[in-house]
């Protein structure tokens, strides 16, 4: 496969034997033309939304609930109105992480707010999931708040001089 050094195509078509560097010259097109069309399509939709953050913030929500719902032995570890803030929290990022991949206008509402319920969840829900689920919850917040897609977008447009 690699002889003195040099890069050789491996049978699934990608070039093995190169370093990092000279896998980056490798133009884009050459590897996403070997993707199938449904990669494709999914890289194309991922890259207009805050996807890893949205994503971050719904995987908070499913550990937070799962988290709320520990017995552990005879001992129900749970906090909050008879349980009622363990379910909602977690519902609620669930959703938030959801409603901004989904809909990346109002990225900065949805961040804010999972930011908001994943700190609240440090009180709501067993320390925030034990700290995994406030972790996740705020950093994915704080990547979908920043999340610059938009700016992409109108990165194209000249703005004219007001006289």
């Known amino acids: 496969m690699l002889l003195n050094?040099?890069?050789?195509?491996a049978d699934d078509g990608m070039?093995?034997?190169?370093?990092?560097?000279?896998?980056?010259?490798?133009?884009?097109?050459?590897?996403?033309?070997?993707?199938?069309?449904?990669?494709?399509?999914f890289r194309a939709w991922s890259k207009g939304r805050p996807f890893i953050g949205s994503a971050m913030v719904a995987v908070s929500g499913i550990e937070m609930f799962f988290s709320g719902q520990l017995d552990i032995g005879h001992l129900h570890v749970q906090l909050g109105i008879e349980g009622l803030q363990a379910t909602i929290i977690p519902i609620a990022?669930?959703?938030?992480?959801?409603?901004?991949?989904?809909?990346?206008?109002?990225?900065?509402?949805?961040?804010?707010?999972?930011?908001?319920v994943g700190l609240y969840s440090l009180v709501g829900v067993n320390l925030g999931g034990f700290f995994i689920g406030m972790l996740l919850s705020v950093v994915g917040g704080i990547l979908v708040t920043a999340w610059m897609g938009g700016a992409r977008k109108n990165a194209g447009v000249a703005v004219e001089d007001s006289p």
């Open 5 to 9: 050094g040099d890069a050789a195509m």
């Open 15 to 41: 070039v093995t034997g190169m370093s990092r560097r000279e896998r980056r010259d490798v133009p884009a097109a050459v590897e996403s033309a070997k993707a199938p069309a449904e990669v494709q399509g």
């Open 93 to 116: 990022l669930l959703l938030l992480g959801v409603l901004a991949m989904t809909m990346p206008d109002h990225h900065v509402f949805y961040g804010v707010l999972a930011i908001v």
